[in-house]
Structure formats: C-alpha cells, structure tokens
C-alpha cells in the first residue's frame, strides 16, 4: 500500500512525525482538531483511540496512515475493519496518573494476543518506562521475537524537570532519549522516540537511534487550530534538520 510505503520511507529517513491525540481520548472534536492540524502541518501519521468512529472521522479527514491505540487487543479488530492502517498497543501514559502499572509479561501477553487476533497488520508496541533500562531492553527483544514492526519509547510522565526553557525540555525528554538510545541499539526494527518531546529535543531523539517521534500533549493542549498546525510544521521543521543515512525497515 502506497500509504504505508510513505510511512515507511519516512521511517527510514529518520523524518517520521506521529501525532497522537490519545488513546483515551473520545472526544470527536479535540480528535478532530488533531488530525487536522496533523494534516495541514505535514505530519507523517496519526494516532487515535481504537474507536472505529473515531477512525470513520480521522478517514474524512486525512489521507494520512491513521493509527489507532488500545491497552485491550480485542478493540483493534473492529478498529481495523473501520479502515485503521497501523496498530498500537500503549502509549501508557496517560494509566499511570491512575495508579495502574505496566510490567513485561503483561505487555508481552498483550502482544501475542494481538498477534493471534491480526497476524499481519502493521504494529508498533510501547515499552514502559517504569521498567529499569535494562529491562525496557530485554522486553524490547521479546516483543520483536513476538512480531511488533515498531518498538516505541516513552517516559515524559517520569521525569521532573526543574529547568525552565530549552534545558527544562532536554531534562524533560531525557528518559525516553535514553531508552531510544538503548532499545534501537538492541532490535531490527524502527524505534518511535515518545512522550516529553519538542521540537527543541525531536533532533535528539533521531541521533539517539530512534527512526521518528510521536508527540501528543505538546499539540492537545493548544487551543486554536492555527497554533496546532504550527505546532506540527515546527516538528517537521526540527526532524528536517538532522541529516541521517536511510536506514532499512
């Protein structure tokens, strides 16, 4: 499908721009406020909750790959029916407020479940950033033993930056920079660098290994259409920066 073979090239470029409005998020219009401005700002992907009306809305929208999340495998198959290209099982973010934990086998039985309810669609798996590196690692391999296509990173909830300006953001995107680092040293496949990024530290997160960024809060939490957009753009504008020989995906 041409639509997957832009993913991919961009992947492989280091240029791949998710972004995501949050796998708990059902609100039609914030959902629709992001895929536009993901749209018009030129992002590579979108994100969206495993709804198959969310996926039914983002389709009148954009020709952009859409992406649909859930923490629950049975939610993607009617998701996929609905005309999602690309599935996701995490960011878990948005869990951990609540006081619920992601460990390795759970994420890992996630993984095999899926894999049986659809063998062969495209699918990125999140590896939680409350395991120690070198478990992040570990899980990171197993998951691709499993057949995940993607393995991406998080970890801006975890961190505490006590800086204001371009050194806040660095320390804000520190943990997940570092298991980018880590994990797409370990495994074949494309890395996605998320959760705490920038545009400021998006560069970082490709010389770090990772083959592309998936940023949320950053573009959710604007409040105009045109802020969005120039929200993605400037996302766009930072990973155009970073010069790096095609990788294979």
């Known amino acids: 499908m041409a639509i997957l073979s832009n993913l991919q090239s961009a992947l492989s470029h280091g240029r791949a721009l998710k972004i995501i409005s949050g796998l708990a998020n059902f609100d039609r219009d914030r959902v629709a406020a992001v895929v536009t401005a993901a749209d018009r700002g030129g992002a590579t992907f979108v994100d969206i909750a495993a709804d198959p009306a969310l996926v039914a809305l983002a389709r009148r929208l954009t020709t952009l790959p859409i992406c649909v999340s859930a923490i629950d495998p049975t939610l993607f198959v009617a998701a996929v029916d609905a005309g999602a290209d690309l599935i996701e099982i995490g960011n878990f973010d948005s869990f951990y407020a609540q006081g ?3 460990e390795a086998a759970e994420v890992l039985a996630m993984t095999h479940a899926t894999r049986q309810l659809l063998p062969t669609i495209l699918l990125s798996v999140t590896v939680p950033h409350i395991l120690p590196l070198d478990q992040q690692v570990r899980l ?72 592309g960024i998936g940023v949320g809060t950053a573009i959710n939490k604007l409040d105009s259409e045109v802020a969005m957009i120039a929200a993605v753009r400037s996302l766009v504008e930072s990973l155009a920066t970073v010069n790096r020989v095609p990788a294979k995906v």
Not at 155 to 173: Q, R, T
């Open 100 to 102: 619920m934990r992601f």
């Open 140 to 211: 990171a391999e197993a998951l691709v033993n499993a057949g995940a296509d993607i393995i991406q990173t998080e970890g801006g909830m975890g961190s505490s930056p006590v800086h204001s300006g371009s050194l806040g953001l660095i320390e804000k995107a520190a943990p997940t920079l570092a298991a980018a680092y880590e994990i797409s040293r370990a495994v074949s496949v494309p890395v996605v660098c998320a959760s705490g990024l920038s545009n400021v530290t998006a560069p970082l997160a490709i010389a770090s290994g990772a083959s």
